[in-house]
């Protein structure tokens, strides 16, 4: 019955910071441009085709969405010299700056909620919480931290 109530609660502890934080529930961008930019810094520099097959959606949709964003300045896309029937898309300056802000509000909000807990309870929570993500990655879930997530500019 406890740890039913626990999940419960770390289902609504998730759900409180993803609405409070998210761009796409703050109506900010659309799903398929946060996908989009997310798999970008992850990966970095990608052509339209596999931007496509990696979210799952057609190649003019992603065009569609590219044009827009590079309209707002968050990607650039540029025609490779060799083919230019290729056209990588990048995220700009502006756009790892937006990813940042959003991540920054989303630790402003968990910083927040952890006001009410003194010292000794958040270094109690911070040992919990390394010891569910340590089980975690022992049974080969993918757990990254914030820096780990960013992908770096390759250097030319």
């Given at each position: ?16 910071i ?101 010292l ?6 911070q ?30």
């Amino acid at each position: 019955m406890a740890t039913e109530r626990l999940i419960d609660d770390m289902q609504s502890l998730y759900h409180l910071i993803r609405r409070a934080s998210h761009p796409i529930h703050r109506a900010e961008i659309t799903p398929e441009q946060y996908w989009l930019l997310r798999l970008l810094r992850r990966k970095g520099p990608l052509s339209i085709s596999e931007l496509a097959d990696a979210l799952g959606v057609t190649g003019s949709s992603v065009t569609t969405a590219c044009k827009r964003m590079e309209k707002s300045g968050l990607v650039t896309r540029e025609r490779q010299s060799d083919d230019e029937r290729m056209v990588r898309v990048m995220l700009t300056e502006t756009g790892h700056e937006q990813i940042e802000a959003w991540q920054q509000r989303r630790r402003e909000i968990l910083a927040k909620l952890l006001k009410p807990l003194d010292l000794e309870q958040q270094a109690t929570l911070q040992e919990l919480v390394e010891c569910i993500l340590q089980e975690a990655e022992l049974e080969g879930q993918p757990v990254l931290t914030n820096k780990e997530q960013v992908w770096t500019k390759e250097k030319p």
